[in-house]
T-cell receptor, first 113, second 113 residues
C-alpha cells in the first residue's frame, strides 16, 4: 500500500520551460489536492479536485493548471516556469466526506533557474 | 474568508517540559481540526485530530483541546523529547463535500536535550 506517490522527487528547470508533476493515490479517495510550501509560508493550496472530473482553484492558482486524469491520478502542470515557482510541491488526498484527514505524498522539490 | 491563525511561530523548550501551540479559526462552520507534524525534508503527517462534537482528545503524550465558543483549539505535548522537534501545522475544515483544509502558518518546535 503505497499511499500517495509523487514523481519526480527533484527537478531543475530553466525559466520558460514546461513541466508536469504527477501524483497518484491508491486509497480510493475522491478528493485530491496540490500544495506548494515555501520557507516560512506554510502550505498553500494551489488547486484541488473534489471528485473525478472536477477541479477548483485554491489560494495560489496563477501559473498552474491541473488535470484529474481519473480517480487515482491528479497532475499539476507549469506551462512556462518562473523563478517564483521554485518551491516544494505536495500532493495530498482524502475521503470526500467531512472530517477526513489528508494524506500527503513525499513532495517534489522544484528549482527554476 | 476562511482563515486559521497559529501561534507561536517558533517555540523552544527543554526536554521533559510541556509545549503548547494555539490556533484560532474564523469560520464558525468549521467542524474538523487535524494537527500535522512535519520533520525536516519530510511530508506532513497527521498526529491527532478532533471533531467539533468533542472538547478534548488525548493520545499518549499529545492532546488537543477545542473551544468552539472562542473558535480556538490547542495542541499540548507533555514530557517533550528531542524527536518531537519539527514543524507543527494546525488546520480546520467545514462540513461539505470537498475535504478542503485551511492550514495555519506552522510552529517550529525545538526541544533541547
Amino acid at each position: 500500500n503505497a499511499g500517495v506517490t509523487q514523481t519526480p522527487k527533484f527537478q531543475v528547470l530553466k525559466t520558460g520551460q514546461s513541466m508536469t508533476l504527477q501524483c497518484a493515490q491508491d486509497m480510493n479517495h475522491n478528493s485530491m489536492y496540490w500544495y506548494r510550501q515555501d520557507p516560512g509560508m506554510g502550505l498553500r493550496l494551489i488547486y484541488y479536485s473534489a471528485s473525478e472530473g472536477t477541479t477548483d482553484k485554491g489560494e495560489v492558482p496563477n501559473g498552474y493548471n491541473v488535470s484529474r486524469l481519473n480517480k487515482r491520478e491528479f497532475s499539476l502542470r507549469l506551462e512556462s516556469a518562473a523563478p517564483s515557482q521554485t518551491s516544494v510541491y505536495f500532493c495530498a488526498s482524502s475521503g470526500q466526506t467531512a472530517g477526513q484527514p489528508q494524506h500527503f505524498g513525499d513532495g517534489t522539490r522544484l528549482s527554476i533557474l | 474568508g476562511e482563515n486559521v491563525e497559529q501561534h507561536p511561530s517558533t517555540l523552544s523548550v527543554q526536554e521533559g517540559d510541556s509545549a503548547v501551540i494555539k490556533c484560532t479559526y474564523s469560520d464558525s462552520a468549521s467542524n474538523y481540526f487535524p494537527w500535522y507534524k512535519q520533520e525536516l525534508g519530510k511530508r506532513p503527517q497527521l498526529i491527532i485530530d478532533i471533531r467539533s462534537n468533542v472538547g478534548e482528545k488525548k493520545d499518549q503524550r499529545i492532546a488537543v483541546t477545542l473551544n468552539k465558543t472562542a473558535k480556538h483549539f490547542s495542541l499540548h505535548i507533555t514530557e517533550t523529547q528531542p524527536e518531537d522537534s519539527a514543524v507543527y501545522f494546525c488546520a480546520a475544515s467545514r462540513s461539505g463535500n470537498t475535504g478542503k483544509l485551511i492550514f495555519g502558518q506552522g510552529t517550529t518546535l525545538q526541544v533541547k536535550p
